[in-house]
């Protein structure tokens, strides 16, 4: 790799976050006039560069995965809204809420994180906590009849995207421990 390659990599490591601080610069500046926005671009270079040892290390994204996985996502969270809702105002003897054991399939930690996220964004997940030296998340579900059931969709429609998004290795048991 040539010394400017290494420059550019070193000044432009966080592409995306470089855009958004010099986009919330002008935003903040109201203003789009060229020495504001070339401005914002050099904060946007700068800040990154001051920041880089606190930023986790970038990762390969698959973009259009990602749109795609985006959108069954909110569509879980509208869907779960209206189940939710029913619950709720319907008679709380139907509710039957569980503590359900999410084997994790990674030690990625981004993946790990966004699927802990994603489980507790969706209503009726009351909270999520990862528990790494179990590789589990333990989630607390409002109304669920079968844990294990639970769980697997959850691997299935969340994590497994997620894995493919990331490109992240699958780990067995045995590794994880």
């Known amino acids: 790799m040539t010394t400017s390659t290494q420059t550019t990599r070193k ?4 592409p995306i976050l470089t855009v958004l601080i010099a986009l ?4 903040l500046i109201h203003s789009v ?3 504001h926005i070339v401005a914002g671009l050099c904060i946007g ?7 880089q040892p606190f930023l986790a290390d970038r990762h390969r994204v698959n973009w259009l995965k990602a749109l795609h996985f985006s959108g ?20 709380l003897d139907n509710m039957h809420p569980i503590w359900i054991r999410v084997p994790l399939a990674s ?10 996220t994603i489980i ?12 790494e030296q179990r590789g589990e998340i333990l989630v ?9 059931a639970s769980a697997l969709d959850m691997k299935q429609r969340y994590e497994r995207p997620l894995l493919e998004i990331f490109a992240a290795e699958v780990v067995t048991e045995q590794e994880q421990h």
């Open 11 to 14: 000044w432009f490591s966080h």
């Open 24 to 27: 919330s610069w002008m935003a």
């Open 33 to 35: 006039e060229i020495f």
């Open 45 to 51: 270079l700068v800040i990154p560069r001051l920041i």
């Open 72 to 91: 069954i996502v909110l569509w879980d969270i509208v869907i779960s809204n209206v189940i939710v809702a029913r619950l709720v105002l319907g008679k």
């Open 107 to 116: 030690n990625h930690p981004t993946v790990n994180a966004l699927f802990a």
């Open 120 to 131: 507790t964004t969706t209503p009726g997940t009351v909270s999520a906590v990862v528990d």
């Open 140 to 148: 607390h579900a409002l109304n669920c009849e079968d844990g294990n």
